[in-house]
């Protein structure tokens, strides 16, 4: 006899567990299926545990230079065990968290394998028994996985996925990585100020492709002068372990290729969407290169089935899962939600230093046919970022000259990811120029910089 819910969620990361605690809250009888730990990748091998061990590797950097402080701190070190073991501490207390957010809402856990088996129908194994559960609504949210490179799979040891990154049992003496997106960015700081000797490799012509131009050319130049060999236009041949490390064939933008040898790899070149032997392609379920089409409510175009998070495509963030399980548990429910809408979505990389952004790209706006007017205003004009010894980036603003719409917003520098969010309220609230200059902003503060620019497209910035 199956178990019946009004919902069954198949996945927990992100997107899976807010979308079954507002499905609670709604009043639906709801259960979350998942095969490994609650919270998903982002919680217990991303997003979270990523952010530790960048706070470990930040705070080294500053007591290695402490003295710019007027500071002592003789003989610095570190314990990479330790090291880890705090990343993974502060993973495990998230996902006892989790936990203790379902039994609080009163959703029902399901460990195991879970396959959808008909409309409102799956099957959850669990070792040598399975567990049948019934639903009107089912949501997909099982997330993706590291993408592999063709010619050299991940082995644990030399060639490392983010998964490897994060748990090293020895220091990389000299690492290569391979895509300089957010992850691929963010393991090559860390790394880098732990210690390593670090390369980037990207075969597109500038790192953090998807930013705008401007701070894509600003971080190559603040990383490369932090020691980070950074090739961009740059292909990989080959990867192969060899002795102790590992050798790649790079070919360089003039053609050539040349080996060389590092003690390890870390494969940063996108992701695979977990969507195969769970039961989709019996039902009909459309995909696209693998990711899930869905509507803007997380529908697909089968009755009853719906879709989140990395599942059905970019951008592959944790906030845009959480966002699209609520959307579509109120639709679910009855509810008359918003469409997602993915130009509103912040995009954060946390290196050093951080990059945040929302909307369109300079270029993008161009392109677009919008009449552009552009602030910029440096972290050296503001107070605040001097008193810190953070001096270096800058806050970028489009928009469009004929309505004042803010079109997006661009940051690079010391805690932009934090900063970046008034500007995503800004444009959900659609706010104009006018509403932005018009607002006071507490000083000494980051976040004068974000008025500054905005007064700077207009020709009134103040301290710059």
Known sequence: MADTYDLVILGSGPGGYVAAIRASQLGLKVAIVERERLGGICLNWGCIPTKALLRTSEIYHYMQNAESYGLKADNVGFDLAKVVDRSRKV??????????????NKVTVVEGVGTVTAKGKLSVKQGDKTVELEAKNIIVATGARARDLPFAKADGKTI???????VPT???????????????VEFASFYNDMGADVTIVEMLPRILPVEDEEVSAFMDKALTKQGIKLLTGTGLEGLAPSGSGVTAKIKHKDGKVVEETFSHAIVAIGIVPNTENIGLEALGVETDRGHIKTDGYGRTNVDGIWAIGDVTGAPWLAHKASHEGIIAVEKIAGGSPHQMDKANIPGCTYSRPQVASVGMTEAKAKEAGYELKVGKFPFIGNGKAIALGEAEGFVKTVFDAKTGELLGAHMVGAEVTELIQGYVV????????????????????LSEMMHESVLGAYGRSIHY
């Open 160 to 166: 490392w996925t983010y998964r490897h990154a994060m």
């Open 170 to 184: 020895e220091m990389p003496t000299k690492l290569l990585v391979i895509g300089s997106g957010a992850i691929g």
């Open 426 to 445: 800004a444009r959900q609230l659609e706010t104009t120029e006018a509403e932005l200059m018009e607002t006071v902003f507490a000083h000494p503060t």
């Open 91 to 104: 993973a495990g207390q998230l996902n006892a968290g989790v936990k203790g957010l379902m039994k609080k």
